[in-house]
């Protein structure tokens, strides 16, 4: 494509593939390449381009063109959190928490479900954590989108996925980046059952555990919402602002591993050995 010239693979998924580019500037930028029929590209275009908040990936441009049809974001040198699953520190969970509920009480507000929070869709852009791949999105009478395999470990329980849905998934995804193991062996919501114990996650996390277990309560009308795990995460991010916490479990449990992608992340984010 003599728009771009790719640099390097940063993710794929059903609905195409996201790459490190140059624009025909020299400028980098982050390019997905759809591989979906054009409805569904018009669709995820559309849900980018309306929504505006600081913590959505919004789009530069695209073009919707049957043989070229693309969407420009900015590229942000901080990569997806997946990276440094088993790392993230208790203040950075709360700060993520924060600001992926925040961008999920703006969508739901609008009538919009993400249906696809995972650790793989949240990036770090220098300052906050922001939510993209708005590819599975939908709204109200809407139908939503077949999952990526790769998304089972993060879907809740129920099959009519909701607002509570997003939640269930932030609360997999934080449990995963604070262990370093997906909740469930990996199954996501389709090992839970009514009468599933929900995993704690550690004692010394006492506030980060119950959170977390309240967002993968099996009953999606006893999950928290956006708004309340908002101000919940405000308030226990005071809290450990001055705290000196302990290393993350893999970091215990691993002690003469080096692991690149975690050094990569400031250490004021992780606990890297």
Same mark, same amino acid.
């Given at each position: ?220 009308? @006893? ?6 795990? @908002? ?43």
């Amino acid at each position: 494509m003599k728009e771009f010239r790719k640099i390097s693979l940063l993710g794929c998924g059903l609905g195409g593939e996201v790459w490190a580019c140059l624009d025909k500037d020299g400028q980098l930028c982050a390019v997905k390449f759809f591989k979906q029929d054009l409805v569904s590209s018009r669709r995820e275009v559309d849900n980018a381009l309306a929504l505006n908040h600081p913590n959505i990936i919004h789009p530069l441009s695209y073009s919707l063109k049957e043989d070229n049809a693309y969407m420009v974001m900015p590229y942000l040198e901080g990569r997806s959190v997946d990276n440094i699953a088993g790392y993230v520190n208790e203040k950075t969970a709360w700060k993520l928490i924060l600001d992926i509920a925040s961008a999920l009480d703006y969508m739901h507000g609008k009538g919009l479900c993400h249906a696809d929070v995972k650790p793989s869709n949240i990036l770090y852009g220098g300052e906050s954590f922001l939510l993209g791949d708005l590819g599975s999105c939908f709204g109200e009478g809407e139908k939503p989108l077949a999952s990526d395999k790769s998304s089972y470990q993060f879907c809740a329980p129920e099959k009519k996925r909701s607002f509570g849905s997003d939640i269930w998934s932030l609360g997999a995804s934080v449990f995963y980046l604070v262990m370093g193991v997906p909740v469930f062996g990996g199954l996501g919501g389709r090992a839970q059952k009514g009468e599933s114990d929900i995993p704690i996650m550690r004692k010394s996390m006492p506030e980060l555990s119950g959170c977390v277990k309240r967002c993968l309560d099996y009953s999606s009308q @006893m999950r928290p919402s956006a708004a309340e795990l @908002m101000a919940l995460a405000r308030e226990q991010l005071a809290r450990c602002q001055a705290l000196n916490l302990p290393r993350p479990l893999k970091a215990q449990a691993e002690p003469s591993v080096t692991d690149a992608n975690a050094a990569f992340w400031p250490e004021t984010m992780t606990d890297t050995l």
